[in-house]
Structure formats: structure tokens, C-alpha cells
């Protein structure tokens, strides 16, 4: 870079076949260790594209990984962003470039992919490819959905991942100390900017969707909290593209070819994405039925797990028609407008439910906007719900449904959840979309509510395909809590719905029911066994997501562990864990506690795969059982924890480094970190 350091670049060449063949370069740019962590999975990929003619390119962000430098202060920073800059120029001045540059990626490498291509927009970048990514990194991202504060194993996995040494040496010096371990943790940070502002609105490329000129395909996931923004950039920016292309599939946060992790059928995302570069990067552009085919592919569904792909020529479809049903005081949801005038709605002082506020429900809603979810029955229980009369004609709906709420809080501030739901004929209740409001933030600038005042609220659920079949009713649920999803809003108290006509509704976005048609080829691509790397050198134990109740407390508890046999004679084990407790007398009473483990031992040999590697039993699991007394090997642990009252979130947290040759009771180096934040609308 500019300043000296230099980056850590893995590039992927294809074989030439003629002299001074020269090929397009695709660059996936990310913090997620490329040469640990996510070694397999990323050689995977870049062998796929490399044998379909692209050099691949794959580059450790500042900071993290193989790259050197001062891990950066934050996600996609305008130092990430300044030195994908300077990776393009170079990468596409290489002598074996053709000088046409794409950007792909999930979930970061997709933020940072669409970043590059509306707020940069580098002259060799010619076309983008994004699963999974947002325009909005304030209300559509993972710190504050829909304007909440959330935590999940994901600020303990980056939080743990930024401080892990250089890869391949692993040297734990001064200078990894002062540049990685002793970082301030970006959980304090994300606590630091609780409220939209300029923080998060620097680098959303909602605020300058018209510098979105380039073409884009964009992939999303009808069971991934992302699942708006596809559509949303469309609508935003297609007159502005040459071509953008839309999949919504039901998929979960992984590559739609990802077949052990989704609920519906995957089928072979890369080959969608080498179809596109090959058009808009090769010499020839021979490839021009992508082109051709229609911008728009959603997975329409019939059940949780069930449907069907089908194309549409335009978003939004103008066959939709809006079909507003209410909600009224016997738990109806009909729609036939309740007949009462205005004034009389405001002067009948019963016709209104009212809602006890449990902090600590919402388990069975998932734990982050996103999976695939069992029934909602104990959830509902505790929620006001409105069903409508059994279905006579399958319904159909596409699109974001609208909903409009009067209501009124006993406190001073409170949080709105409202859940789209099918109720099959055996009383079975599936989740189909949900979205939610703080109710400081109806209004900008934000300010708490006045108890006991009646408001109008309206706002969004999240993108969403689905038919209702006959028999099926349709379900609205009405809660304060979506927990673990949303931190609990502090104060006890309860809540009214009161039941308007021209303030309590919901809005469906329907289209007439179609008859099967062949699903678009595409999709019913697989990903070959020539194209696959055995999985021999990554295992994993079953994920843990489970709630524990008593009396006064539910928690919540998230544990994944993970192995590695890497290159070199590497073994590594990984540990990410969460608890999340709520209180069941005080709702600011909220506790959230991460621990992260990196076991790395080095000089195992003589294994052929991670199954071969024999492993200690109960709370040794994350070791090998072989004699670690003659072989070098860290461990790097960080807890992290963040507790709430009615004021103030406090944070701890503490990193620890243990070698061959300390104690485990004593660490060889400690980083530990504490401070307060003052609650601000939440």
C-alpha cells in the first residue's frame, strides 16, 4: 500500500494455453483468515473460477489474517475501502490481467463488493457479484435491526478472530501486541453509536444509490435477515445499470450451492456468477444469454421447505394488488372494514386489547432474523394474535407487507414486533416474515414516547414470498419482545392496541395464483463432484441453540466448535459460545456474555484427515489427544461481556494469550477492557 504495508494477496491462476494469455481478475476482499479459517472453503471456490478462466484473487484485510498493518477501526472503514483502490489498480495492471476487474463476495466481502462499486467505483472494476449484503448498515445489518440493539456470536467470533496473529508463522511479538491484541473491541465501538448517524451512514450506499452504474447480480436469502436489499437496490438503481439480476432464494446466510445448510433446493451459485463475469470481463463476451434472461428470480413458497422458482420481467410486478385486512378486539383479522366512523373509534375506550410486556419471549422466532424456525405456538401464547377465517382460495403474496398499528405504552419507550404467520389446519403456526419499530425512533430526530398517548405506527416486515393454501388461516401476532433477536426495551409495563380503521391494518401485497411453469434452467444446476474439494481437513461438532427457564430468568445459549488440520502440519480447534440471560422481574436487567477459543498445535503429523485425529473428551474437547509437552502450540481465549440497567450498558472484556511454555492458570499476556454507555432510545 502507499504506506508501506503490504497486504496478503492468494491469487488463483488458471493455466495458459497460449502465450501472453491474459485473463479477468475476480478479488474477494475480507478480514475472515484466509489462510486459517476459511482456507478450504475459499480454495474451493478459487479453484472452481480459476478452471472456468479467471485468476482469483483473495486479500486479507488490513490487519487481519496474513495482511500486515494496524487492524482497522471498524467494518468497511474508508481504509478498507482506500486500500481496495490501490488492490484494484495493481491487480489489474498485472501483466497476466486482460485489465477487467469483478468484485464478489457474502455477507462482508458483498458489503464491501457493493461499496466499491457505488462509493469508489475504480475505473478497472467492471461488474459485481453480492450474496447477502445490505445498502442501509444502521437498520438493515446485524448492530441495530430495524433501529434495536442486537448481539449474537458474531461480535465474540470478530471480536476474537481481529487478534489472532499472522498467519503462517503465527509471531506473537511486540509489534502484534501493539497492532492486534490490544485493540479496543468493536462491541464497545458498535455501543458507542446506538443512533443513526454519520458513523453509519458514511459507507450505506443507500445515500447514493444514483453512483450505482455498474452491472450487479445480487443473491438473497428468503431465510437470511438481508433479504430486502436485493430488490430495494433494484428498484433504486436499475435505471441507472446496465443490468442488474436478482435471485431471492430459500436460502439461509451461505452460497445458494450450500445444499446441507438451506431449507429449500440450492443449486450451483457459482456457475451463476461465472456466467456473468464471463459477459461483462472476457475479451469476447460470448455469453450473452444471461443478458437475455429476465432480471428478476424468486423461490415462491408453499411451505417452509416447499415451492417453486419462477422469473418475473419487473419489480415492482404490476399484477399485484394490495389487500388490507384489520385487526379487531375478538382476535379477528378480517377484511371488511369494521364499521365505525373515526370519532366513534376514539370515544369507545374498550375497543382495544392490551398486551402484558414479557421481555424474554421470542426464542422460537430464531436468533437473529433469519433460519429456519419450528412452530410459533409459544411464542403466540404470550402475543397479541388475529386470525383470519380459513382460507376458501390460495393466496399468494410477493413483495413487503405493510403494517399500521395505533398504540399507546404505560412507559416511556417500547418496541413494537409484528409477525406474518400460517396456521395449518392441525393448529401448527409456521413464521413467515416479521419486522419491528422502535418506538423512539417513529420519528426523526428520535424522543421517547409520552405514556398512555395514543400514536399511529407504521413500518415494514421484511421481504417475503408465500402462499396461504386452503384450509390455512392467516395470522397476525402483536408482541414487545422479540428475544433474543432485539435487546429488551428496560422498563415494565404494558401495552395497547387499539382497533381503527384507518390506523390498525395490515397490507398484503397478493398476486393471482399461477399455474406451475418450468422453473429458469439455472436453478436446477448442482454443483458437480469434479468441481467439489473433499471436506477431509474441516469438521465440526452440531451447532448448540437452546433455552434454558426458571422462574425468574430465561438464557439463551449459542455453542459451535470447530476443527481444522491445516497445511504444514497445523491442527486448530475453535470455540464461539454465547449466553444471553433476561430478567423476568426487571427488563433492564439484560446479560450477554461471549467466550471464544483458538486452540492452534503445531507439528501433528502423520494424519490424513481431521477425522483421524483423536480428540480429548468434556472440557479438553477443544484439544488433540497427543502429547502437547513436545510441541509448540497457543491458545488464544476472549470473553466478552455486556450487561444492561435502565441507563447505562457496561462492558467487559478480556483477552488472554497462553503458550507451550505458561501456565494455564497464568496467562503470558492480558488485554482487558471495561466501559459504560449510556442508553440512547433503547
Known amino acids: 500500500m502507499p504506506d508501506g504495508v503490504r497486504l496478503s494477496v492468494t491469487l488463483t491462476v488458471p493455466i495458459s494455453t497460449r502465450r501472453s494469455e491474459t485473463f479477468p481478475i475476480l478479488l474477494q476482499y475480507k478480514p475472515y483468515r484466509k489462510d486459517d479459517s476459511l482456507l478450504y472453503a475459499d480454495q474451493s471456490d478459487a479453484r472452481y473460477l480459476a478452471r472456468r478462466g479467471f485468476?482469483?484473487?483473495?486479500?486479507?484485510?488490513?490487519?487481519?489474517?496474513?495482511?500486515?498493518?494496524?487492524?482497522?477501526?471498524?467494518?468497511?472503514?474508508?481504509?478498507?475501502?482506500?486500500?481496495?483502490?490501490?488492490?484494484?489498480?495493481?491487480?489489474?495492471?498485472?501483466?497476466?490481467?486482460?485489465?477487467?476487474?469483478?468484485?464478489?463476495g457474502i455477507s462482508w466481502s458483498g458489503f464491501n463488493t457493493l461499496m466499491m462499486g457505488t462509493l469508489r467505483r475504480p475505473r478497472a472494476l467492471k461488474a459485481l457479484f453480492a450474496a447477502h449484503a445490505t445498502d442501509d448498515l444502521y437498520k438493515s445489518d446485524i448492530h441495530y435491526p430495524d433501529g434495536i440493539m442486537h448481539l449474537d456470536q458474531y461480535l465474540i467470533f470478530i471480536d476474537h478472530s481481529n487478534a489472532i496473529p499472522a498467519t503462517i508463522d503465527y509471531n506473537m511479538n511486540d509489534q502484534w501486541i501493539r497492532e492486534r491484541f490490544r485493540r479496543r473491541p468493536w462491541i464497545d465501538l458498535y455501543l458507542s453509536q446506538q443512533l443513526e448517524n454519520s458513523f453509519w451512514k458514511e459507507n450505506s450506499i443507500k445515500y447514493a444509490y444514483d453512483n450505482l452504474t455498474l452491472p450487479v447480480y445480487l443473491i438473497g436469502g428468503l431465510y437470511d435477515a438481508y433479504r430486502d436489499s436485493p430488490l430495494r437496490i433494484y428498484e433504486k438503481t436499475r435505471k441507472n445499470s446496465p443490468k442488474i439480476k436478482v435471485t431471492i432464494g430459500p436460502f439461509v446466510h451461505a452460497m445458494p450451492e450450500n445444499v446441507n445448510r438451506h431449507p429449500g433446493p440450492s443449486y450451483d451459485g457459482?456457475?451463476?456468477?461465472?456466467?456473468?463475469?464471463?459477459?461483462?470481463?472476457?475479451?469476447?463476451?460470448?455469453?450473452?444469454?444471461?443478458?437475455?434472461?429476465?432480471?428478476?428470480?424468486?423461490?415462491?413458497?408453499?411451505?417452509?421447505?416447499?415451492?417453486?422458482?419462477?422469473?418475473?420481467?419487473?419489480?415492482?410486478?404490476?399484477?399485484?394488488?394490495?389487500?388490507?385486512?384489520?385487526?379487531?378486539?375478538?382476535?379477528?383479522?378480517?377484511?371488511?372494514?369494521?364499521?365505525?366512523?373515526?370519532?366513534?373509534?376514539?370515544?369507545?375506550?374498550?375497543?382495544?386489547?392490551?398486551?402484558?410486556?414479557?421481555?424474554?419471549?421470542?426464542?422460537?422466532?430464531?436468533?437473529?432474523?433469519?433460519?429456519?424456525?419450528?412452530?410459533?405456538?409459544?411464542?403466540?401464547?404470550?402475543?397479541?394474535?388475529?386470525?383470519?377465517?380459513?382460507?376458501?382460495?390460495?393466496?399468494?403474496?410477493?413483495?413487503?407487507?405493510?403494517?399500521?398499528?395505533?398504540?399507546?405504552?404505560?412507559?416511556?419507550?417500547?418496541?413494537?414486533?409484528?409477525?406474518?404467520?400460517?396456521?395449518?389446519?392441525?393448529?401448527?403456526?409456521a413464521l413467515i416474515t416479521t419486522g419491528a419499530i422502535n418506538g423512539a425512533q417513529r420519528q426523526t430526530p428520535p424522543a421517547y414516547l409520552k405514556p398512555n398517548c395514543r400514536y399511529t405506527i407504521t413500518f415494514p416486515l421484511r421481504f417475503t414470498t408465500w402462499t396461504f393454501l386452503i384450509g390455512h388461516r392467516i395470522r397476525i401476532a402483536v408482541s414487545n419482545a422479540m428475544f433474543p433477536t432485539y435487546w429488551p426495551s428496560p422498563f415494565p409495563m404494558?401495552?395497547?392496541?387499539?382497533?381503527?380503521?384507518?390506523?390498525?391494518?395490515?397490507?398484503?401485497?397478493?398476486?393471482?395464483?399461477?399455474p406451475s411453469s418450468t422453473p429458469p434452467a439455472f436453478t436446477q444446476k448442482q454443483v458437480s463432484p469434479t468441481d467439489t474439494l473433499p471436506e477431509m481437513f474441516s469438521g465440526a461438532k452440531p451447532r448448540v441453540y437452546k433455552t434454558y427457564e426458571t422462574n425468574t430468568k430465561t438464557t439463551v445459549n449459542f455453542e459451535r466448535i470447530s476443527y481444522e488440520l491445516l497445511p504444514n502440519n497445523y491442527f486448530m480447534s475453535a470455540l464461539q459460545t454465547f449466553n444471553l440471560s433476561c430478567s423476568h422481574q426487571n427488563p433492564s436487567?439484560?446479560?450477554?456474555?461471549?467466550?471464544?477459543?483458538?486452540?492452534?498445535?503445531?507439528?501433528?503429523?502423520?494424519?490424513?484427515?481431521?477425522?483421524?485425529?483423536?480428540?480429548?473428551?468434556?472440557?479438553?474437547?477443544?484439544?488433540?489427544?497427543?502429547?502437547?509437552?513436545?510441541?509448540?502450540?497457543?491458545?488464544?481465549?476472549?470473553?466478552s461481556d455486556v450487561r444492561s440497567d435502565r441507563e447505562y450498558f457496561y462492558v467487559n472484556f478480556k483477552r488472554q494469550l497462553f503458550r507451550s511454555n505458561s501456565s494455564m492458570n497464568k496467562p503470558s499476556e492480558e488485554f482487558i477492557f471495561t466501559a459504560k454507555h449510556k442508553r440512547l432510545f433503547q
Request: net charge negative; proline share 4%.
Open 55 to 104: 485468476i482469483v484473487a483473495q486479500v486479507d484485510i488490513r490487519g487481519t489474517g496474513s495482511s500486515e498493518g494496524i487492524l482497522v477501526e471498524r467494518e468497511y472503514s474508508t481504509q478498507e475501502l482506500n486500500d481496495c483502490e490501490h488492490i484494484i489498480q495493481q491487480l489489474a495492471s498485472d501483466r497476466r490481467s486482460n485489465g477487467r476487474l469483478g468484485m464478489y
Open 270 to 429: 457459482k456457475a451463476e456468477m461465472v456466467r456473468w463475469f464471463s459477459h461483462w470481463l472476457n475479451d469476447d463476451q460470448k455469453d450473452s444469454e444471461i443478458i437475455k434472461e429476465p432480471d428478476i428470480t424468486l423461490f415462491i413458497r408453499t411451505s417452509l421447505t416447499t415451492g417453486h422458482y419462477r422469473d418475473e420481467m419487473e419489480w415492482p410486478i404490476v399484477r399485484q394488488k394490495i389487500r388490507r385486512m384489520y385487526m379487531s378486539k375478538d382476535h379477528k383479522l378480517i377484511e371488511q372494514k369494521p364499521l365505525m366512523t373515526n370519532l366513534n373509534e376514539n370515544k369507545v375506550s374498550n375497543n382495544v386489547n392490551i398486551l402484558e410486556y414479557r421481555p424474554w419471549i421470542g426464542f422460537e422466532a430464531g436468533t437473529w432474523l433469519g433460519g429456519l424456525t419450528g412452530d410459533q405456538r409459544p411464542f403466540d401464547k404470550d402475543s397479541l394474535i388475529y386470525d383470519s377465517e380459513q382460507i376458501k382460495q390460495a393466496i399468494e403474496i410477493i413483495g413487503v407487507v405493510n403494517v399500521s398499528l395505533q398504540v399507546s405504552a404505560t412507559v416511556h419507550l417500547a418496541h413494537w414486533i409484528v409477525r406474518l404467520e400460517d396456521v395449518d389446519p392441525n393448529g401448527q403456526v
Open 494 to 514: 404494558n401495552t395497547s392496541l387499539f382497533f381503527s380503521s384507518s390506523a390498525t391494518f395490515i397490507d398484503l401485497p397478493v398476486l393471482p395464483v399461477l
Open 589 to 639: 436487567d439484560v446479560h450477554w456474555s461471549g467466550h471464544a477459543q483458538q486452540t492452534y498445535v503445531f507439528d501433528v503429523h502423520g494424519y490424513r484427515s481431521i477425522d483421524d485425529v483423536p480428540i480429548r473428551n468434556g472440557a479438553q474437547e477443544l484439544y488433540p489427544n497427543i502429547d502437547l509437552s513436545t510441541r509448540r502450540y497457543f491458545i488464544l481465549s476472549t470473553q
